[in-house]
C-alpha cells in the first residue's frame, strides 16, 4: 500500500467517523474540502479554546458523543479496562460523587449490620439473646464471635444465677464471663429433694420407708372426705335460695356457689397439707370430721364474705370464708348464725380532700369514690352492683355535699322535696333499697345534716316511706365545715355505736375534720390546675395549717404575752430610774406583782361575765308551757349563733385595722400607699358589711343577755334581711374588687410591698386579704342552715314561729342569689379555659351554656365494613377529646408530646368539629374479640367510631344521652 493509499485509508475512518456523528449528511454527500479540514483540525487535535467558553462546551459535548459512541461498540472486557483508567486518574473529590452515585442507584440488598451499626447499638441487638442463641452467633464470623463473647453480654447472665467470678479480670482479658458461665452450667451442684432431705435434713419429723403407698392412702381419703363435705353443702344450698336483687341480675342468671365452694376446698386442703406435713390415715379419717373444724384451716385466704343462706331449719347459715384461723367452710353448725357485717361506703369526689377519707376507712367497708360531675344514677348504681357482686350490705353510707334540707349526690341532681318523686330518682332509691338487708335491720347512713330542718326532716320521711328502710343522719348543728359528722344521730339506737365510728377510724376522721374548711379552700385549686409541682401552693397551705393549729393550741393573749412582759418589763424600768430604791430587784418584783393583780382581777371579771351563762344572759324564767329539751337546744342555737356573729365580725375587724387604718393612716401622712379611690373600691363595701353585722353582733348579745324561753329572734333576722343590700353590693361589686388589688399589686410596688408585709402572719390568722373577702359568702351559708335549725327546735304555738318563715324565705332567697353568682361565674371560667386549651376552636361562650363533662377517646376505623359485625377488625387513626356542653359537643384532635429531661407530657388540642346534640345519634358496638368499649358518632356532616379506656364508656354515654334529651326537650319548649 503506498502513501497516497495510507492517508485515503486514514482519511476515510474519519469521514465515517463523522456520518456516524452525524456531520455527514451521506456517503454520497461530502462536505467543501476546507470546510472538512477545519473541523478535523479542531475535532481530532488536543487543541481545545479555554477563553471561548461557548465553543469549549461545544466541543465538550461532541467528545462526549464520540466517546460515548467508542464504548458503545467496546466489548465488556475493553468497557472494564476503560473504567479502571478512568478511576485510576479521579481525585478524591470525583471518587466520592461515584460512590453517592452508586449508592443512591444501586441499593443495598444484603449488609451485615455490625458492620455498618455503632458497636454499641450491635451489642445492645446482642443483649436480647439468650446463652444458646449467643454461641450459635459466635459461629457466624469472626466479627460476630468477637461481638458474641463480649464480658457485658455474659456478665449479667451469670449474675442472674449468681454466678461471679473468682477473680478480678485484666483489661486486656476476653471472653472470661463467658468461658465462667459455661464452666458453671456443665457443672451445676443441683441435689432432688431427696438428696437435699438426706443431706440437710427437714424441719418435719421423718418419713416412714413405706413414703409413696402413705401419700396415696392419704390422698384417697382426703378425697373421700372432699366429696361427702361438698354433697352436704349443696344439699343445703338447694334446700332455700334467696331472692335475686331486683336491677342487678337478669332472670335465668345461676351463681357458681357450689364450684366456688369446691375450689376453696381444694386449696385449704391443699395448704393444709403444706402446713402439717403428711398425717396417718386414721389421723385423716377422725381428725379431719372433728366438730372444731381445725384440720383444714383457711391458711392465707383472702376473706370473702357469701351470701346467707337458710337451712330446712330456717336458720341462717353463714358461708363467710375468714381471714385467720378460726372457722372452716368444711364444718358448718346449722344451729349458729352470723350475720354478714359487710358495709358500702359512696364517697363523692366534691368532698375535700376525700383521699383522707378513703385512708381513714376500716377493714371491712367497701369504699366507692364516684366522681361528682360526670357520674349519673345509672352509673352510679352500676358501680353499687359490681362492687357488691351479687351480695346484700348491712348498711350503707353516703357522704357528700348538702345542707339541712337536701343532699347534693350529683351535680345538676339534688335529693329535696321537689324532685324526689321524680321517676329516676324514685328509681335509684327503689334499687339502692335492695342491696341493703331490709329483712335483718339494715340501714342507709347519710352524712348530710337532714335531721336539723324541716325540709330534710320531709325528705328522710318520704326515703323512709319509699324504701322501707331506716335511715340515720346526723341531727346536731355546727357552723364548721362538716363538723356535724360528729354531732347526735337521728335514729340510731343507745346501745349501738355511731356511725362515724362504723365507717371511719376516729383518729384519722379527727384529723381531716379538722383542717376540712382550710383544704377546702386549698384543694380547689389543686384540683383544677394540678400540676406535678406545686411548691408555692404547698408552702401557702403549710403555713395555713400551721398557723390553724398555732390558734388552736396557743390563745391570741399568750402569741402576744411576750410583748405585753416587754412592755411591763419597761415601764418597770422607768419607774426604778426615777426612784433611788437600795434594793432594784425588790422594787422590781413588787411592780411586777402588782401588775399581775391587776391582770388577775381584770381577767376574772372578764369569766365572771362570759362564762358564767346564767349571770350573763339572766335565764331565771322557768318555762312551764315549753317542752325543757327544746328550750335549751333553742338556747344552744342561740349560743351558737352568738358565738359564731362575734368571730366572724372579728375577721371583718382584722381587715379594718391590718389594712384599712394603716392606709388611711398613710394618705393623711402624705406617704401614699394607695389613692383614696382605690381604697374606697376596695374597701367601702367590706366596712360597711363590718358596721352592718356588728350592729347584728349587738343586737343578738342584748337579747341573749335577757332571754327567756318566749325570746325572739326572728324579728331581729327580717330587720337584718332588709339590710341586705350592703351584700347585694359587696357582691355585685367583688369582681372589680379583685381586679382592682391586682391591678395595684402589680403596677405599685409600695402597695406590692404593704401585702408582702401584712398578709399571712400572725395579725391576720395566715390569711390574705383575699381570703378575708371570702368571709361574706360563707356567712350567708351559716345564716341559712342556722335558721333552719332555729325554726326546726321552736314549737308551733311559740310567737317566734310567724317570724322565722319569713326570714328564712329571704335568706333562702338571697343564698339562692350569691349560689347562681357562683355559678355563672365558675361556668364562664370553664367555658373560656375549654376554649383556651383547644387551638382554632371557634367561640364557645354563650348564655346558658356550660360544660358538662370531658372524655378522652380513641377514633377507630373499620377495616372492612362488608365483614360480619363480631370479625371486623378496627385500626387505632387518631387520640380525640370530646369536651360535651348542654347543647353541643366539640370535637378535638389530641397530640401528647414529651420535653427532654421532662417527665411532663405537653397535650395539645387541634379543633375538628361541633356538633349540636340535637342532630347527633349515639349507636353503641357491642364487644367483640377485636374491639372494647366502642359506640359510634354519626351526625349529618360526619361519622366516627370511639372507644373509650375500661368503665368509661357506660358513664359517657349515660351522660350524653341524658344531655341529647335535655337538649331536644329545650328545643320542642322553645319552639
Request: aromatic fraction near 10%; proline fraction near 5%.
Given at each position: 500500500m503506498t502513501t497516497a493509499d495510507t492517508i485515503h485509508a486514514s482519511h476515510s475512518v474519519k469521514e465515517w467517523h463523522l456520518e456516524s456523528l452525524g456531520l455527514l449528511a451521506g456517503g454520497t454527500k461530502s462536505l467543501d474540502q476546507n470546510q472538512t479540514t477545519e473541523i478535523l483540525k479542531t475535532r481530532f487535535s488536543t487543541w481545545t479554546p479555554i477563553e471561548n467558553k461557548s465553543l469549549n462546551n461545544q466541543l465538550f459535548q461532541e467528545r462526549v458523543r464520540l466517546i460515548s459512541h467508542w464504548f458503545d461498540l467496546w466489548t465488556d472486557k475493553q468497557r472494564k479496562q476503560f473504567l479502571h483508567g478512568i478511576l485510576i486518574k479521579c481525585n478524591k473529590s470525583q471518587l466520592k460523587f461515584a460512590e453517592r452515585w452508586f449508592v443512591e442507584n444501586i441499593p443495598v440488598t444484603k449488609v451485615d449490620f455490625t458492620t455498618v451499626l455503632p458497636r454499641f447499638i450491635s451489642l445492645y441487638i446482642f443483649s436480647f439473646l439468650n446463652a444458646k442463641?449467643?454461641?450459635?452467633?459466635?459461629?457466624?464470623?469472626?466479627?460476630?464471635?468477637?461481638?458474641?463473647?463480649?464480658?457485658?453480654?455474659?456478665?449479667?447472665k451469670c449474675i442472674m444465677f449468681g454466678w461471679f467470678l473468682p477473680y478480678f479480670p485484666e483489661k486486656n482479658e476476653y471472653s472470661a464471663w463467658k468461658q465462667h458461665y459455661i464452666a458453671c452450667a456443665a457443672d451445676?451442684?443441683?441435689?432432688?429433694?431427696?438428696?437435699?432431705?438426706?443431706?440437710?435434713?427437714?424441719?418435719?419429723?421423718?418419713?416412714?420407708?413405706?413414703?409413696?403407698?402413705?401419700?396415696?392412702?392419704?390422698?384417697?381419703?382426703?378425697?373421700?372426705?372432699?366429696?361427702?363435705?361438698?354433697?352436704?353443702?349443696?344439699?343445703?344450698?338447694i334446700k332455700a335460695r334467696p331472692p335475686w336483687n331486683s336491677g342487678f341480675y337478669r332472670s335465668g342468671f345461676q351463681p357458681k356457689l357450689p364450684q366456688t365452694v369446691h375450689d376453696r376446698v381444694r386449696s385449704?386442703?391443699?395448704?393444709?397439707?403444706?402446713?402439717?406435713?403428711?398425717?396417718?390415715?386414721?389421723?385423716?379419717?377422725?381428725?379431719?370430721?372433728?366438730?372444731d373444724a381445725k384440720s383444714v384451716p383457711c391458711i392465707g385466704l383472702e376473706a370473702e364474705t357469701l351470701p346467707k343462706r337458710k337451712n330446712a331449719a330456717g336458720s341462717c347459715s353463714d358461708l363467710v370464708l375468714p381471714h385467720r384461723l378460726h372457722r372452716t367452710v368444711l364444718q358448718k353448725d346449722p344451729n349458729e348464725t352470723h350475720s354478714p357485717q359487710l358495709r358500702l361506703l359512696l364517697i363523692s369526689s366534691h368532698i375535700p380532700a376525700y383521699e383522707m377519707i378513703v385512708d381513714s376507712?376500716?377493714?371491712?367497708?367497701?369504699?366507692i369514690v364516684y366522681d361528682h360531675s360526670g357520674t349519673t344514677l345509672e352509673s352510679l348504681l352500676y358501680y353499687v352492683g359490681k362492687a357488691l357482686d351479687g351480695q346484700t350490705a348491712k348498711s350503707i353510707g353516703?357522704?357528700?355535699?348538702?345542707?339541712?334540707?337536701?343532699?347534693?349526690?350529683?351535680?345538676?341532681?339534688?335529693?329535696?322535696t321537689k324532685n324526689l318523686l321524680k321517676p329516676e330518682?324514685?328509681?335509684?332509691?327503689?334499687?339502692?333499697?335492695?342491696?341493703?338487708?331490709?329483712?335483718?335491720?339494715?340501714?342507709?347512713?347519710?352524712?348530710?345534716?337532714?335531721?336539723?330542718?324541716e325540709a330534710g326532716m320531709e325528705v328522710l320521711s318520704q326515703l323512709s316511706h319509699l324504701t322501707g328502710l331506716f335511715f340515720r343522719t346526723p341531727a346536731g348543728i355546727a357552723t364548721g365545715s362538716y363538723q356535724h359528722i360528729l354531732s347526735e344521730w337521728l335514729g340510731n339506737q343507745k346501745d349501738s355505736p355511731p356511725p362515724p365510728s362504723i365507717y371511719f377510724t376516729e383518729a384519722k376522721l379527727q384529723l381531716w375534720l379538722r383542717f376540712t374548711e382550710l383544704l377546702e379552700d386549698a384543694l380547689k385549686a389543686v384540683r383544677k390546675n394540678l400540676r406535678p409541682y406545686f411548691c408555692d401552693l404547698q408552702k401557702n397551705m403549710t403555713g395555713k395549717i400551721l398557723g390553724q393549729i398555732m390558734f388552736d393550741a396557743v390563745s391570741w393573749s399568750d402569741v402576744q404575752e411576750k410583748q405585753r412582759i416587754a412592755e411591763v418589763l419597761v415601764e418597770g424600768l422607768v419607774e426604778l430610774s426615777r426612784g433611788n430604791d437600795e434594793n432594784p430587784f425588790e422594787f422590781l418584783s413588787r411592780f411586777l406583782m402588782r401588775k399581775y393583780n391587776k391582770k388577775e382581777e381584770l381577767k376574772s371579771q372578764v369569766l365572771t361575765t362570759e362564762s358564767n351563762p346564767e349571770a350573763s344572759l339572766g335565764v331565771s324564767v322557768k318555762t312551764s308551757k315549753l317542752d325543757k329539751e327544746i328550750a335549751e337546744k333553742r338556747k344552744s342555737l342561740a349560743r351558737e349563733l352568738l358565738l359564731s356573729e362575734r368571730n366572724y365580725v372579728n375577721m371583718l375587724e382584722i381587715v379594718r385595722d391590718v389594712y384599712v387604718k394603716p392606709l388611711k393612716a398613710a394618705l393623711a401622712s402624705h406617704r401614699i400607699i394607695l389613692s383614696y379611690a382605690n381604697v374606697q373600691t376596695i374597701f367601702s363595701d367590706i366596712l360597711n358589711i363590718l358596721q352592718l353585722n356588728r350592729w347584728f353582733s349587738d343586737e343578738l348579745t342584748q337579747r341573749l343577755n335577757e332571754w327567756n324561753p318566749a325570746q325572739k329572734l326572728g324579728d331581729l333576722f327580717i330587720q337584718f334581711c332588709q339590710q341586705l343590700q350592703t351584700y347585694t353590693n359587696f357582691f355585685n361589686n367583688y369582681a372589680v374588687i379583685l381586679k382592682t388589688i391586682d391591678k395595684c399589686r402589680?403596677?405599685?410596688?409600695?402597695?406590692?410591698?404593704?401585702?408582702?408585709?401584712?398578709?399571712?402572719?400572725?395579725?391576720?390568722?395566715?390569711?390574705?386579704?383575699?381570703?378575708?373577702?371570702?368571709?361574706?359568702?360563707?356567712?350567708?351559708?351559716?345564716?341559712?342552715?342556722?335558721?333552719?335549725a332555729l325554726r326546726l327546735h321552736t314549737p308551733p304555738e311559740h310567737t317566734d314561729r310567724e317570724e322565722l318563715t319569713p326570714a328564712i324565705k329571704q335568706m333562702k332567697q338571697f343564698k339562692d342569689y350569691l349560689d347562681q353568682l357562683k355559678l355563672n361565674v365558675g361556668r364562664d371560667d370553664q367555658i373560656l379555659t375549654t376554649q383556651r386549651r383547644i387551638q382554632g376552636c371557634p367561640k364557645l361562650l354563650k348564655a346558658n351554656r356550660y360544660l358538662i363533662?370531658?372524655?378522652?377517646?380513641?377514633?377507630?376505623?373499620?377495616?372492612?365494613?362488608?365483614?360480619?359485625?363480631?370479625?371486623?377488625?378496627?385500626?387505632?387513626?387518631?387520640?380525640?377529646?370530646?369536651?360535651?356542653?348542654?347543647d353541643i359537643l366539640v370535637i378535638s384532635q389530641r397530640s401528647i408530646s414529651y420535653k427532654p429531661f421532662e417527665r411532663i407530657s405537653h397535650v395539645t388540642h387541634q379543633f375538628l368539629a361541633v356538633v349540636t346534640l340535637h342532630q347527633l345519634l349515639v349507636e353503641d358496638i357491642p364487644d367483640s374479640k377485636y374491639i372494647k368499649n366502642a359506640f359510634l358518632l354519626q351526625s349529618p356532616r360526619c361519622q366516627m367510631i370511639c372507644s373509650t379506656e375500661d368503665h368509661d364508656k357506660f358513664t359517657w354515654l349515660s351522660a350524653l344521652q341524658r344531655a341529647i334529651i335535655c337538649n331536644i326537650e329545650d328545643n320542642v319548649n322553645c319552639s
Open positions: 442463641d449467643l454461641c450459635a452467633a459466635a459461629q457466624v464470623s469472626w466479627h460476630w464471635k468477637f461481638l458474641s463473647e463480649q464480658d457485658c453480654l455474659w456478665m449479667p451445676l451442684d443441683y441435689l432432688t429433694p431427696r438428696e437435699v432431705a438426706g443431706s440437710y435434713g427437714t424441719l418435719s419429723e421423718p418419713k416412714p420407708e413405706n413414703e409413696d403407698q402413705k401419700e396415696k392412702l392419704r390422698e384417697r381419703c382426703l378425697r373421700k372426705i372432699m366429696r361427702e363435705r361438698l354433697t352436704v353443702c349443696k344439699k343445703e344450698l385449704a386442703a391443699a395448704l393444709f397439707l403444706m402446713k402439717n406435713g403428711t398425717p396417718s390415715p386414721k389421723e385423716m379419717l377422725f381428725k379431719h370430721i372433728s366438730a376507712i376500716k377493714p371491712g367497708v367497701i369504699p353516703i357522704i357528700t355535699d348538702g345542707d339541712s334540707r337536701g343532699i347534693n349526690l350529683l351535680q345538676g341532681c339534688s335529693v329535696s330518682v324514685k328509681e335509684f332509691w327503689a334499687k339502692l333499697r335492695s342491696c341493703v338487708m331490709h329483712q335483718e335491720g339494715g340501714y342507709i347512713d347519710i352524712f348530710v345534716p337532714l335531721a336539723a330542718s402589680e403596677t405599685i410596688p409600695v402597695f406590692r410591698a404593704f401585702l408582702k408585709r401584712h398578709d399571712k402572719t400572725v395579725a391576720t390568722t395566715m390569711r390574705s386579704l383575699q381570703e378575708f373577702l371570702l368571709c361574706p359568702s360563707k356567712r350567708i351559708e351559716e345564716y341559712v342552715t342556722l335558721l333552719y363533662a370531658m372524655q378522652d377517646v380513641a377514633q377507630l376505623n373499620c377495616c372492612s365494613e362488608r365483614v360480619h359485625m363480631p370479625f371486623r377488625l378496627y385500626e387505632h387513626t387518631h387520640d380525640l377529646s370530646l369536651f360535651l356542653f348542654n
